[in-house]
C-alpha cells in the first residue's frame, strides 16, 4: 500500500438493506410449516417492524394481528394506516398490559381473541430472525473490515455478526439508552447459535438521550449527511449510526484504511 495519507483515511461505504424482510423471511417459513394462518405480533404506533409484518402477511397470505402499546389515534398516523390498509387487525393495549407482552397469561388471553397464532416477538427478534439477518454479508459486493448497524432490539446486529468472515468484525450503535443491549444481542446470537461471537460490539454514546429522541445538533447531522449523499436519513435509527461513525472516524477509532460498510437499514 504506497497510498497518500489522505487516501489511507477510513473508508465509508453506504449499504443500503432494509433489514425487516431479512428479519421476517425464516419467521414465515417457520409458520408456514407450522400450519399457522395468522400471525400476531407487538409494537408501538410508528414501528417498522408492525409495517413489515402487515406486508408480508399480506405477500404471503397470513392474517396479521397487531398488537399496539398505547391508545388508538385517529387519523391513524402513516405506519399504522398502512398496516391496517394491508389487512392487519389493530388492537391497542394500555402500556402497563403491554409490558406484560412475554407473559403466559398474556398469550393465553390472546389465543383466547384469535385463536392459535404464530408469534412474532415485538421488534422481530428471535433466533430465526437472526438467521435471516446472518445472509447480509455475504451479499456485500466490496471487500471489507468493519460492518456497523443501528441497534433497537438487537436481532440484526446478532445476525449479521454471525454471518461475518475471518478478520471483519461488526458495530453495533444502540439507538436506546440504558446500556442493555450487550446482554440482549448476546443472548439472541446463544439461542440461535448456541454461543456468543466475539466479532462484535455495542457503542453506547450515541443513543443522544433515547429510543426516538432528536436533537437539533442530530437533525442538523442527518440534513447535512442526507443532502450531501442524496437520500432521506431517517432520525431514529440511521442517524446516530452515521453520527457515531462519522465521530468515532474524527477521533481516530479506525486503523487508516479501513473499510468501513454502514448499513442503511431503510432500504
Ligand atoms: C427495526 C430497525 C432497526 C433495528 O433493528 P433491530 O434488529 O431491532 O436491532 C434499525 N433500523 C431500522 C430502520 C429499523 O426499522
Redesign the pocket.
Known amino acids: 500500500m504506497n497510498g497518500t495519507p489522505d487516501e489511507r483515511r477510513p473508508e465509508l461505504i453506504l449499504h443500503f438493506d432494509n ?2 424482510p431479512r ?1 421476517l423471511k425464516y419467521n414465515l417459513a417457520k409458520a408456514r410449516r407450522a400450519g399457522a394462518t395468522r400471525l400476531l405480533t407487538f409494537g408501538g404506533a410508528y414501528s ?2 408492525i409495517r413489515a409484518v402487515a406486508a408480508a402477511g399480506r405477500a404471503e397470505g397470513f392474517k396479521t394481528i397487531g398488537v399496539i402499546r398505547g391508545e388508538p389515534h385517529e387519523p391513524l398516523n402513516e405506519s399504522l394506516a398502512f398496516a391496517k390498509s394491508q389487512g392487519m387487525h389493530l388492537m391497542y393495549v394500555d402500556r402497563e398490559t403491554y409490558r406484560t407482552k412475554k407473559s403466559n397469561n398474556m398469550r393465553r388471553f390472546l389465543e383466547s381473541c384469535f385463536g392459535d397464532f404464530y408469534l412474532i416477538p415485538e ?1 422481530g ?1 428471535n433466533p430465526a430472525a437472526v438467521k435471516g439477518c446472518a445472509e447480509l454479508p455475504q451479499e456485500i459486493a466490496e471487500p471489507f473490515d468493519v460492518i456497523c448497524c ?8 446478532a445476525g449479521i455478526a454471525a454471518g461475518l468472515g475471518p478478520g471483519q468484525r461488526a458495530i453495533g450503535f444502540a439507538t436506546l439508552k440504558g446500556g442493555f443491549l450487550t446482554k440482549e444481542v448476546a443472548e439472541l446470537q446463544r439461542q440461535a447459535y448456541q454461543r456468543v461471537f466475539d466479532n462484535w460490539h455495542i457503542e453506547d454514546d450515541f443513543h443522544f438521550g433515547g429510543y426516538a429522541k432528536v436533537p437539533p445538533e442530530l437533525d442538523a447531522f442527518a440534513a447535512k449527511f442526507g443532502e450531501e449523499q442524496g437520500f432521506e436519513v ?1 432520525r431514529i ?2 442517524a446516530k449510526m452515521l453520527y457515531g461513525i462519522t465521530d468515532m472516524i474524527e477521533a481516530g477509532k479506525f486503523e487508516p484504511g479501513t473499510r468501513i460498510v454502514a448499513v442503511i ?2 432500504g
Not at 150 to 157: D, E, H, I, K, S
Open positions: 433489514n425487516k428479519k417498522n417492524h421488534g427478534s443501528p441497534v433497537g432490539t438487537g436481532g440484526t446486529l431517517d435509527y440511521v437499514t431503510t
